[in-house]
């Protein structure tokens, strides 16, 4: 049953793949145009023709810089559109080439001037995340004593609130520690201004309950219900004290039915045990971690505590933009304590509901699964171990197909190269392109439901079960015989006529036969072992492609009964991969 | 309930910061809206109040005591 349903997944996949993918080349992103006149023509020419554009598209058109004085290289504002506008007027005449000026994206490290001080902010491994995610559009309840729009707060979201001191919507911070929070949280970031903050596109809920001598729990238990009531996706409280309440944790119920993840702060008081609201079963209990990455002096630990987070201690504290109590302004100071390792596991609670995680209970899990673990912790003073944003957002998006991890996976084995897609041309590019992505999700689904770890030499066999390096098949050298390139550049399937470089597949090499012997003669060394199981993955896919595609087979001719061996023997292969796979360790 | 501790007063430099009295068995209290002759660490004084159980803070330190009468010793 569950082979079937994989068998199913696999071919919707295959063909919702093949229906909607648009092709690499295709997803640059440009907002202008690289114009290079040939070497050859005199300036004056260069220049009338300069003019005539600039008139043409009413613009200002100029050399990309002093550099490009020699070899005429122009910057045209444009898109897709003007490009083919100008590579069919006669300027392609003049010109080497007329190309799109691709915007290149390095790693996400924010322009904010002080994001150097924010130890914090790289302990969590938040750059990787930041690949993926940074919280679009998630609602992230602060509950705490309000938040001020203080300058670096300026370009976030913010979404209605409640005042429940003073019982107003307006909700300003009269304390400095919302404010503060709020921007661990969510700082506005990018904006070549103060600090960063993790999930800075997602929108903050302020809800104030508490004032300088802290709030009462029913305000409190108030709050987390108007949270929930009102969309909120993620609730974070760096507060506690009290006893147990049935007030509270019927709200905290309330809220976590819902679909809300609460996260609480474990408290500074150097005890075991989390403080209330941490301690409630439902609440992410958070304990907090100095810049050594040990326990911070002042924080709880033991029962309650789910997870630890950067808390700072008395030399590394934790920066963020808020208010000065004392005169109302700007400032931006370290604060240390539990309050502000809460916020760091919210904001990754938010990134993580970003991608599309929506069960509390889940989200927990994958911010367990992926925290570091500390090896020795016998009195929990760490949970499941120190907050990895990378690596939680990593976790959940396994099992999840997206264009990003598709891009990966391509670059990370080898299909991504600058000549790929224009000498692809020469050999039939759509089937290969099919078997490429058919290996991809069948890579995929095995990250997910197969039991074993994800390998080089597993995906390795994919690329030669299903494609080969098809690229050197467009390989033409003088002088050289052409065929070992197209030995090389050839499936598992297509080696039996590769050297002969006819067109009809041989019917013992694009079978389960070299697959069998392959698993068979491999079984024995581990690595050899995923490779061949990669291999007969991999020539699943091509078998599967060509039965549809192309099902020409030597002797058995290009009809139903060729297709038909095909599909078997796709079927086979996957049966065979199946097995094979086996009792293999399961890696996570 | 109404106790009576006897410590010393310090300024816990946590999150925002707040007022605590400290007593020699190492108990903390986490002082609710402290009056001014309190406000100076290293002071050595005996609180009366009551432990204010349906309150939470931002310090999160201990039991928040609030200040019915004391004396500086």
Redesign the interface.
């Known amino acids: 049953m569950r082979r079937l349903l994989i068998l199913v997944l696999f071919l919707v996949g295959l063909g919702f793949a093949l229906a909607n993918f648009p092709g690499l080349a295709q997803q640059g992103e440009f907002d202008s145009i690289i114009i290079n006149f040939r070497e050859d023509l005199p300036k004056t020419e260069i220049r009338d023709k300069i003019q005539f554009l600039s008139t043409k598209y009413d613009q200002e058109i100029n050399l990309n810089s002093v550099f490009s004085i020699e070899d005429n290289i122009y910057i045209l504002r444009g898109d897709k559109q003007l490009i083919k506008t100008l590579r069919k007027s006669p300027l392609k005449q003049l010109t080497e080439y007329i190309e799109p000026n691709y915007i290149y994206n390095i790693l996400e490290v924010p322009n904010d001037p002080d994001y150097s001080k924010q130890w914090n902010l790289r302990s969590i491994n938040v750059e990787q995340a930041w690949d993926e995610t940074k919280g679009e559009g998630v609602i992230v309840a602060v509950i705490d004593t309000g938040v001020s729009r203080v300058p670096d707060l300026q370009q976030t979201e913010f979404v209605p609130g409640y005042d429940f001191v003073n019982n107003r919507t307006q909700v300003n911070d009269d304390v400095g520690h919302g404010t503060h929070v709020a921007g661990t949280i969510a700082q506005s970031t990018n904006n070549n201004y103060g600090v960063a903050g993790i999930a800075y596109q997602a929108k903050i809920m302020p809800i104030k309950v508490l004032g300088t001598g802290g709030g009462t729990v029913a305000d409190i238990a108030e709050g987390i219900r108007f949270a929930a009531d009102n969309g909120a996706q993620v609730i974070n409280m760096s507060l506690g004290g009290g006893g147990e309440s049935q007030l509270m944790a019927e709200a905290i119920n309330y809220a976590y039915d819902k679909g809300v993840v609460i996260v609480a702060a474990a408290g500074n008081a150097n005890q075991n045990a989390a403080a209330y609201p941490a301690r409630y079963p439902k609440v992410i209990g958070v304990s907090a971690l100095d810049a050594a990455g040990n326990r911070a002096e002042y924080s709880n630990f033991g029962a309650g505590v789910d997870i630890a987070a950067p808390g700072g201690g008395k030399e590394d504290k934790i920066l963020q933009n808020t208010i000065d109590p004392t005169t109302g302004k700007s400032v931006f100071v370290g604060y240390q304590g539990t309050s502000m390792a809460a916020p760091h596991v919210a904001g990754v609670a938010a990134m993580l509901k970003s991608i599309g995680v929506e069960d509390p209970g889940e989200i927990l899990n994958i911010l367990k699964q992926s925290a570091r673990k500390v090896d020795s912790d016998p009195l929990n003073e760490y949970g499941a171990g120190q907050l990895d944003a990378g690596a939680a957002v990593k976790l959940a998006l396994r099992g999840k197909l997206s264009f990003r991890d598709f891009f990966r996976w391509v670059r990370d084995n080898g299909y991504l190269n600058p000549r790929f897609w224009i000498d692809g041309g020469a050999v039939a590019l759509l089937p290969k392109i099919a078997m490429m992505l058919g290996s991809y999700l069948l890579a995929w689904l095995l990250r997910y439901y197969f039991p074993f770890g994800w390998s080089w030499s597993l995906s390795n066999g994919l690329i030669f079960g299903s494609s080969g390096l098809f690229l050197l098949k467009g390989f033409y050298i003088f002088d050289l015989p052409q065929w070992p390139f197209r030995v090389m550049g050839s499936s598992l399937a297509e080696l039996g006529n590769a050297i002969g470089g006819t067109p009809e597949l041989n019917p013992l090499f694009a079978s389960v036969l070299i697959p069998f012997l392959l698993i068979g003669l491999l079984s024995g060394i581990p690595s050899g072992k995923r490779f061949a199981i990669g291999c007969t993955l991999g020539m699943t896919v091509a078998l599967a492609v060509t039965a549809f595609s192309s099902p020409h087979l030597w002797l058995l001719g290009s009809g139903a009964i060729a297709q038909g061996f095909l599909i078997v023997n796709a079927l086979l292969c996957f049966g065979l991969a199946y097995l094979a796979s086996q009792g293999e360790p399961k890696t996570l | 309930m109404s106790i009576k501790v006897t410590g010393t007063i310090i300024y816990?430099?946590?999150?925002?910061g707040t007022w605590a009295l400290v007593t020699p068995e190492q108990e903390?209290y986490?002082l609710?809206?402290p009056p001014t002759p309190l406000r100076q660490s290293g002071l050595k004084a005996t609180l009366e109040g009551i432990i204010?159980?349906?309150?939470?803070?931002?310090?999160?330190?201990?039991?928040?005591l609030e200040i019915k009468s004391f004396r500086i010793d």
């Open positions: 816990q430099n946590l999150g925002v903390t986490e609710k809206d204010r159980d349906d309150i939470m803070t931002v310090a999160m330190i201990g039991p928040v």
